[in-house]
């Protein structure tokens, strides 16, 4: 219990520290957003469910409302175009996840402001795969998949 | 961290269409050197963030998967032409990049 409390105290502080040198150097202006700190957990996740997890977006229901515009057959894995967009009303965020890569989430974006449920990108994929998309609006999450095929790999050495 | 982002904003009705090209290596640290057989370590935008006159549009986490060179699009609704768009990326280094448009 006083380990936990103390791991908590040391965190806080060495975040607050870290912000405070950062203003110093100008880096930051005072007042400035941070953004949200990066999701470790679900990025180190090995499999999609867990990465879904990490990101508060398991047990996700299907929905017809999110298009994936992805190639059926891609040549290069190692550059896969992929451009999601979500009908669905609010939607705040969309997050790519490639199944069979050693770690599933690709990326999350949040929405603000004015900007559309909708994100163009390239991503890597290590091999034939099931492209996943969850998409969160009004406090709910919803998923759509679609399959791509690689022929050559884009991930390993 | 290589120079350079380039960033192209068009209005379609009052739909920005943001277009966003980075110069990254994207370094999944699951490579090998084919010379020494060592994994070269990750190195790879992790933090993007957007903003339209200030204020924050789209805030994005990226994992080592996002393609070397890294292309971002998205859209804004309710933008007018000059509305100045700024993009700040940091890498899993700390290194930064950023660069900026008036959507036209």
Known sequence: MMNQLRRTFLKSTGAAGTVAVAIAAGLLKPGQVLAAEWNKVAFDATTTADAMKGLNVAGATESKDILIKAPDIAENGAVVPVEVTSKIPGTTSIMIFVDKNQNPLIADFEFSNGAEGYVSTRIKMASTSHVKVAVKAGGKAYTATKEVKVTIGGCGG | ?104
């Open chain 2, 1 to 104: 961290m290589a120079e350079g982002m380039k960033i192209r904003a068009t209005l379609q009705g009052d739909v920005a269409d943001v277009k966003a090209l980075m110069n990254h290596i994207m370094e999944t640290g699951l490579r090998k050197d084919a010379n020494t057989g060592k994994l070269i370590p990750a190195h790879f935008i992790n933090n993007v963030v957007a903003t339209l006159n200030g204020k924050t549009v789209l805030e994005a986490q990226w994992g080592a998967a996002v393609a070397k060179n890294p292309f971002l699009g998205f859209k804004i609704k309710g933008a007018k032409a000059g509305d100045k768009i700024v993009i700040n990326a940091v890498d899993n280094h700390g290194e930064k990049m950023s660069g900026e448009a008036a959507i036209a």
